[in-house]
């Protein structure tokens, strides 16, 4: 059984950084297309970067340059570096998998991602 647990998460002030892992179980981040979403409250699922088994990436369009999406294929985990956060980037983010196929152009689109993490809580203060 596939199993994602992501670490990471914390409380930072504006302009702070953060690194989120996602560690894979049964799984092989070198093979599909892997990513990271977050969801604040009362809004939908977004996504944030995706990165494809060649290592191309993608990210929304509110992260470019601040977030970096990478894996260790030796340590099978996922990362979401995070730089010059900012209090809209507050939400539960989630590593997620597909069960297979590359990534699509774009920000990773949630209903393509089949295996998904628990979410780990980050919050930007001003």
């Known amino acids: 059984q596939v199993q994602l647990v992501e670490s990471g998460g914390g409380s930072v002030q504006a302009g702070g950084s953060l690194k989120l892992s996602c560690a894979g179980s049964?799984?092989?981040?070198?093979?599909?297309?892997v990513g990271w979403f977050r969801q604040a409250p009362g809004k939908e699922r977004e996504g944030v970067a995706s990165i494809n088994s060649m290592g191309f990436r993608r990210y929304a369009d509110s992260v470019k340059g601040r977030f970096t999406i990478s894996h260790d294929n030796a340590k099978n985990t996922l990362y979401l570096e995070m730089s010059s956060l900012k209090p809209e980037d507050s939400a539960m983010y989630y590593c997620?998998?597909?069960?297979?196929?590359?990534?699509?152009?774009?920000?990773?689109?949630?209903?393509?991602?089949?295996?998904w993490g628990q979410g780990t809580q980050v919050t930007v203060s001003s």
């Open positions: 997620a998998a597909r069960k297979e196929g590359g990534c699509n152009d774009g920000s990773p689109d949630p209903g393509d991602f089949v295996y």
């Open positions: 049964k799984y092989s981040y070198n093979r599909n297309c």
